[in-house]
C-alpha cells in the first residue's frame, strides 16, 4: 500500500504533469529562452510557496507542541483523580455498614457510629460520582485534543508533499526546457565541450546572476559562446544574437560578421589606451557586462544595405543601435542588447 507520503504526492504531480503538458512546446530560440525564464518563475514561485506553507507548517507544528503538553497536563490530571477514587472506594468497602448493613438503621436500632459511617458513605458516594464526572469531560477533552492533533500533523504533511510534488515536476519543466534550448543552440553551431560546461553558460537563468559581477569580471563559465568562434556574450544576449545571425544568413547568405563581443578588464583597458575617445572609460563598457558587440561584414558602414537591414529588424531580437553610436562618437559597428527589449519579444 502506497504510503501517506506518496498519496499525497501522487495527485499533485498528476495536476502538475497536466498543467504542463497542456504547454505548447516551444518552436524557437526566442520562445525557448521565454519559456525557460517563465519556467523559472513559476518555479520560484512555487518554490515560494512552499517555503511560506513550511513556515505556517512550524506554526502549526507549535500549535501542535502545545496540544500535546495540554494532553500530557489532562493525564497528570486524570491519573490523580483516579487515586482518590480508588481510595474512596477502599474506605468505603472498609466502612462499618459494610459489615452491619442497613437493618439497624431500618429497625430503629442504629446507633450515632452507624449514623456517622452512612453519612460518611453517602459522602463518599457524592465524592466519588463526581470524580466520576470530572474524569469523564477530561477524558472527552483528551480525545478532542488528540484528534485535532492528528489532523494538524495529517493536515501538515499532506500540504507539504502536494507542494514539493509541485516543485519537483516544474524544475523537471525548467530542466527539460534549458535542455532543449542548449541542444537547439548547438545544432545551429554553438560549440559544447564534452562534459557540456558551456552550456551552464547559455542558460538563461544564469544571465541575471551574471549581471551581479562587476563589469569585465564576469567569469567565463558565466558567458555563452557565439557561432563566431572566440566571441562571447551574456546568456540571454547569445540566445537572441543567434536568432538575429539566422535572419541575417538568410537574408545575405552569410553569417554576421564580429569584431569583438565581452571584453574583460584588461582588454577594455588595452583597447582605451589604443583608442582613446572611441572607447569607453574600462569599466564602464557595455562590452563588459557582455551585452555588446562591434561588427563588420558591411554592417559598419552606416547607410549600407547590411546596416539598414539591422536598423530594421535587429530590434525583432532584442538588439539595437544606440542613439550615441550615431554621432557621439559615431560607430555605426557597434550594437547592444537590451534585456527589458528583448523580455518583450
Known sequence: MPSASAQAQGPARTRAQAWVQERRDPGNLTELRKEAERSAKELEEATKALEKRRSTIAASEKELRSKLTALQELERKLAVMRQPVSQMAELLYEQPIA???????????????????????????????????????????????????????????????????EVETLRQRSDKIVKSLTAALVKLGIKVDKVGRAALGCDPLRAATAG????????????????????????????????????????????????????????????????????????????????????????????????????????????????????????PWHWEYDPKLGSLL
Open 99 to 165: 459489615a452491619e448493613g442497613v437493618l439497624p438503621f431500618l429497625t430503629g436500632g442504629a446507633d450515632e457510629k452507624t449514623l456517622r459511617a452512612l453519612s460518611d458513605a453517602t459522602q463518599i458516594v457524592a465524592v466519588r460520582q463526581q470524580a466520576v464526572e470530572q474524569t469523564s469531560a477530561l477524558y472527552k477533552e483528551t480525545e478532542r485534543l488528540a484528534a485535532e492533533a492528528q489532523e494538524l500533523r495529517a493536515g501538515n504533511l499532506l500540504a507539504e508533499a502536494q507542494l514539493a510534488a
Open 212 to 331: 551581479d559581477y562587476p563589469n569585465g569580471l564576469i567569469p567565463k563559465s558565466m558567458l555563452c559562446p557565439l557561432q563566431q568562434k572566440g566571441f562571447s556574450l551574456r546568456a540571454d544576449a547569445t540566445i537572441a544574437f543567434v536568432s538575429l545571425n539566422e535572419a541575417y544568413r538568410k537574408r545575405f547568405g552569410k553569417p554576421i560578421c564580429v569584431t569583438d563581443a565581452y571584453r574583460n578588464l584588461a582588454e577594455q583597458q588595452a583597447i582605451y589606451y589604443r583608442r582613446p575617445g572611441f572607447a569607453a572609460v574600462p569599466g564602464r563598457s557595455n562590452h563588459g557586462l557582455g551585452l555588446a558587440v562591434d561588427l563588420c561584414g558591411g554592417v559598419e558602414r552606416a547607410g549600407s544595405v547590411e546596416f539598414v537591414w539591422m536598423e530594421k529588424n535587429s530590434k525583432k531580437y532584442g538588439w539595437f543601435h544606440p542613439s550615441w553610436a550615431y554621432s557621439s562618437p559615431f560607430e
